[in-house]
């Protein structure tokens, strides 16, 4: 399996879109990201983990899952980086191919240390463009072989089929 960890306000402060949104509201990049991630993870099928540093949310800990994909507050004091190490060396094993989306050139470094491959942010942004596109040809390609059958019904007839629906007089 592969496991994706994403370096959370790293991509939100490369991608523009994002880092658009994050100028006026940074919760809202957030979940931006997170829904973005979601339907990454739902495409490719690799698991997605999402790390932001706790001193741009203040509170203790905290890891929860949103649209499927785990999403991790570090304690305080703890950052992104350091997180995202941990989790590469843990999560490492034969079966798992541990990927990190980051932009930080140390972070790239520490992270090869720990077996993990990198993805930078525009990497990562071009992939997801392309998940994107892959979908809405999907979604079109549904839309176009469902059947063209229905009938156009005016409203005092489509009000008939309903009472007749629902067994009324």
Avoid at 19 to 29: M, P, Y
Avoid at 41 to 54: E, L, P, S
Wanted: net charge neutral.
């Amino acid at each position: 399996m592969d496991i994706l960890i994403v370096d959370g306000y790293n991509i939100i402060g490369a991608w523009p879109e994002l880092r658009q949104l994050k100028e006026h509201d940074l919760a809202s990049a957030r979940d931006l990201l997170i829904a973005k991630m979601a339907e990454y993870q739902a495409f490719t099928g690799c698991k997605v983990i999402i790390v932001f540093d706790a001193h741009l949310v203040q509170g203790i800990e905290k890891k929860y899952q949103d649209h499927k994909v785990e999403v991790i507050f570090t304690r305080e004091n703890e950052t992104a980086d350091e997180r995202i190490e941990k989790l590469a060396k843990s999560l490492n094993n034969i079966r798992t191919q541990i990927y990190v989306a980051t932009s930080d050139y140390t972070e790239q470094w520490a992270i090869f240390g720990q077996g993990a491959l990198r993805k930078s942010a525009r990497e990562l942004l071009i992939e997801m463009e392309s998940v994107e596109k892959s979908i809405e040809r999907k979604v079109k390609k549904i839309q176009e072989k469902k059947p063209i059958s229905k009938i156009p019904l005016n409203d005092e007839v489509a009000r008939i089929f309903e009472k007749w629906r629902r067994g009324e007089k």
